[in-house]
């Protein structure tokens, strides 16, 4: 079992930064991949981030390349999601999640954090 909670969300405006943080308790957070989707409204929730058990490898969706950066700290049980250059379409909930694998489906989720980005 691993319980996320989100962090960091806010109002910035566009072309502002933010950095969101999820904390992780339970067993073993280095055995788990981590992630960070996110839901805006009236759409379904996509994929925006993600990184390996380790940190070596990092993953992200087309949208926000070169935008955001994922990076985790094992050692305080913590995964962050860098957001640069931020955008009205940026604008959602966030949500952390974690499995074994990077995967469609993923096992644990936080309870989300709302970014809002205005024009």
């Known amino acids: 079992q691993v319980q996320l909670a989100e962090s960091g969300g806010g109002l910035v405006q566009a072309g502002g930064s933010l950095t969101l943080s999820c904390a992780a308790s339970?067993?073993?957070?280095?055995?788990?991949?981590m992630a960070w989707l996110r839901q805006a409204p009236g759409k379904e929730r996509e994929f925006v981030a993600a990184?390996?058990?380790?940190?070596?490898?990092?993953y992200f969706a087309e949208s926000v390349k070169g935008r955001f950066t994922i990076s985790r700290d094992n050692a305080k049980n913590a995964v962050y999601l860098q957001m640069n250059n931020l955008k009205p379409e940026d604008t959602a909930v966030y949500y952390c999640?974690?499995?074994?694998?990077?995967?469609?489906?993923?096992?644990?989720w936080g309870q989300g954090t709302q970014v809002t980005v205005s024009s």
């Open positions: 339970g067993r073993a957070f280095s055995n788990y991949v």
């Open positions: 990184i390996s058990q380790s940190g070596s490898n990092t």
């Open positions: 999640a974690a499995d074994k694998t990077v995967t469609s489906r993923w096992t644990y």
